[in-house]
């Protein structure tokens, strides 16, 4: 009943022009097994500047800086000595991290629902005494012949 997941993400990052700013992209491909029946469009997925949105780099407006909890690595605004200088917001560098956050977010979304879906089958397949499914012997002789 094991299950296999191939992924792969590929980030682009590409300039016309040295002037220009780089184009951002992050592609995300999961190879899944036919039986969990999750469109093309949720197993190949693009994050660009189109789809999603630059993240924050410092604090939330309207949050004042505070000194982190020992073992935060979270961006808090302050260091040992006082306070940091704001991140530059903006750029190739936001839209990256904002695209490593939809893919993460969207990853997390189709895994739960493929994890999930192999519950309900495997709960499935033990009330009516099939075998442990797609990754038992006896389906694999079936494929085979």
Not at 50 to 73: C, D, H, I, M, Q
Request: aromatic residues 4%.
């Amino acid at each position: 009943w094991p299950i296999t997941i191939n992924t792969k993400l590929a980030m682009a990052t590409v300039s016309s022009a040295p002037t220009a700013s780089p184009a951002v992209s992050i592609r995300a491909r999961f190879d899944l097994p036919e039986h969990c029946n999750i469109s093309p469009e949720r197993c190949h997925q693009n994050f660009d500047a189109s789809n999603t949105k630059e993240a924050r780099l410092g604090l939330p407006e309207g949050v004042e800086p505070t000194k982190p909890e020992p073992g935060s690595y979270a961006y808090s605004g302050v260091h040992d000595h006082g306070p940091l200088v704001p991140p530059r917001e903006g750029g190739p560098l936001a839209l990256l991290i904002g695209c490593t956050q939809a893919a993460k977010a969207a990853s997390d979304s189709l895994l739960t629902e493929v994890v999930e879906a192999e519950k309900e089958r495997a709960r499935g397949e033990k009330k009516s005494g099939r075998g442990a499914g797609c990754g038992d012997k006896e389906s694999k002789k079936a494929k085979l012949g």
